[in-house]
């Protein structure tokens, strides 16, 4: 069975990332980063359908990342995911080029 979507998945915490993963890669191929180089070489490598990006991240601010995204995987959507409710994040998100903001409880 082929997978539906190539999803990058940027997350740092471990248990919340596997979980994703486990999750989305029933039907999806799901690669896995937990910082912003990783996921850097990653998108260098490779071409995403879908980026799950967290804000938060052991080596930087994930915002910093959407334009990049967007640059080497114009097509991709990208989602936000974190624990950052801040309107004004929200909106810095998408004007980056985020397809939409998630906020993990």
Do not use: W
Not at 7 to 23: F, K, N, P, Y
Not at 38 to 50: K, M, P
Request: net charge negative; hydrophobic share 45%.
């Amino acid at each position: 069975m082929r997978a539906q979507f190539k999803i990058l998945l940027v997350e740092d915490s471990d248990a919340l990332r596997g979980a994703l993963t486990q999750l989305l890669g029933v039907y999806n191929d799901v690669d896995e980063a937990a910082d912003l180089a990783t996921a850097r070489a990653a998108l260098r490598e490779g071409s995403y359908d879908v980026v799950i990006l967290d804000k938060g991240l052991p080596d930087g601010d994930g915002m910093k990342l959407i334009s990049e995204i967007k640059d080497l995987s114009p097509n991709a959507v990208v989602i936000v995911l974190t624990s950052d409710s801040d309107f004004s994040s929200v909106k810095r998100c998408i004007a980056l080029g985020a397809d939409d903001y998630v906020v993990k409880s």
